[in-house]
């Protein structure tokens, strides 16, 4: 089954949901750490604990979430109920999570904070795992699918330039606890709207419907069997991992080894606007060569820039520091693309070997891996910067040079280590543009064949 190319207006619709899921994922790696030490009163250890609950109850809910939109029957159809019914919950429990709270126990806060971060967490279930596992259903063909992701990436990345704007917003405010409420409470709205439309612009067909016939247990051991999706998975969950690293470390980096924190915002917003302008090259890339090879250049790439981010002294100009952040967002752009694009072909390569369409056990169990593996990172941060010392609410001058020289290496080297093991992995994936037409050739056989049966029936 070939896709028809959807429209400019659909593709832009449709990527105002990964726009709303990527502010809020962005706003809790970029900001929500030290929100939680600041303004939220919590140790280290403590606000790494309260990001890895959250992700890890959203993690084992994602493959459940997979499961029942395969296996949901509404006239709307199996996904996009969903988008009406997790917007609102999504918005409100966003705002929740900003609230400076009056206990006087850590302990007390710990538990609010960990409970509103779980409840945006299964809101954010609810809405994504249906949403993604629509897309290889809604692009059928290899460089369609491409186009969509860009798309997708693209709002992607606009939700996290917002994400960066609640700082300034905040600080306009006032920079204390109240401002950040105020703040929240005008994105949570930014968030829950765009649903409406999402769910407007975005289609099912009905060929897919009624294809997922094996049971929760069973297709997980059918996808732990799939050999390109393993490698899939392993590479892109080493890369995710990175950039979790890198989103809940860079405002300590900036605050603490740079320190220039008021350049926080300009150097990230910079590189997500180099991110956005450089993706349609990588899109014009894509139609010339394989999925694999462009992801591979540009987790190379990035990775060397995570080298000079750690090279990188107070001293050096601004302009520098600006230049490094550049370059880095153009491998960053293609590493965060490649992945999602290239899940659907291997959906298609499972229904070509199993007779069924599992998007959403493959989508959700692809999320599970992603959310444990970052969460686990984030709470790792917490104890290691815990361990050398770290002090929170603190100035700079208050750290000592085992917390400084922490943050700098948390910030630059392990990601390059982990962008270093996922290109060992990816080079090691087989799905080509060749091989995955000769998939699609053999599913289009197929479904005719099936289709003339009924037919003669």
Not at 135 to 157: G, I, K, Q, W
Not at 282 to 295: A, E, N
């Amino acid at each position: 089954m070939r896709s028809e190319r959807a429209s400019t207006s659909t593709k832009a619709a449709y990527a105002l949901g990964d726009h709303t899921v990527n502010l809020v994922l962005s706003a809790a790696s970029l900001l929500y750490f030290k929100f939680l030490l600041d303004h939220g009163g919590l140790s280290p250890l403590l606000a790494g604990l309260v990001v890895w609950i959250a992700r890890i109850v959203d993690a084992f809910t994602d493959p459940a979430m997979g499961r029942i939109s395969d296996t949901t029957r509404l006239r709307s159809g199996r996904r996009r109920p969903y988008f009406l019914i997790g917007a609102l919950p999504f918005g409100l429990f966003f705002a929740l999570m900003w609230l400076t709270v009056p206990f006087e126990s850590q302990l007390a806060r710990f538990v609010y904070y960990a409970t509103v971060y779980v409840g945006v967490s299964l809101a954010m279930t609810c809405l994504s795992v249906p949403y993604l596992a629509l897309l290889p259903e809604m692009a059928t063909d290899y460089d369609e699918r491409t186009s969509f992701n860009t798309y997708r990436s693209a709002a992607a990345v606009l939700g996290t330039l917002a994400a960066v704007g609640m700082k300034p917003v905040s600080d306009a405010l006032g920079a204390d606890g109240t401002a950040w409420t105020q703040t929240a409470a005008m994105f949570a709205i930014w968030i829950t709207l765009p649903w409406l439309a999402v769910y407007s612009a975005s289609f099912e067909r009905p060929a897919f419907e009624g294809t997922t016939t094996v049971g929760f247990v069973a297709g997980a051991r059918a996808v732990a069997r799939h050999r390109s999706f393993r490698l899939l998975a392993s590479f892109y969950i080493l890369a995710r991992i990175a950039v979790d690293l890198i989103g809940a470390m860079f405002l300590l980096y900036f605050t603490y080894w740079i320190g220039r924190e008021y350049d926080f915002a300009p150097t990230l917003g910079m590189f997500l606007v180099i991110v956005v302008a450089v993706l349609p090259a990588w899109l014009l890339l894509s139609r010339r060569f394989d999925k694999k090879s462009i992801y591979l250049f540009g987790a190379a790439w990035w990775s060397l820039t995570q080298f000079a981010i750690f090279l990188a002294q107070p001293d050096w100009p601004r302009a520098l520091m600006f230049g490094v952040a550049g370059l880095s967002a153009i491998g960053y752009a293609v590493a965060d693309l490649m992945p999602w694009a290239m899940l659907g072909d291997t959906i298609d390569e499972d229904e070509l070997a199993s007779g069924q369409r599992r998007e959403g056990i493959y989508v959700g169990f692809f999320m599970f891996l992603r959310k444990v593996g970052g969460a686990s990172a984030v709470l790792a941060m917490g104890a290691i910067l815990q361990w050398a010392g770290f002090v929170s609410d603190g100035a700079p001058s208050q750290q000592s040079e085992m917390a400084m020289q922490t943050i700098r290496v948390l910030t630059s080297l392990a990601p390059m280590a982990l962008l270093l093991a996922s290109i060992v992995v990816a080079a090691r994936y087989p799905l080509t543009r060749r091989a995955h037409n000769r998939i699609l050739l053999a599913l289009d056989e197929r479904r005719t064949a099936e289709r003339d049966a009924r037919t003669q029936r």
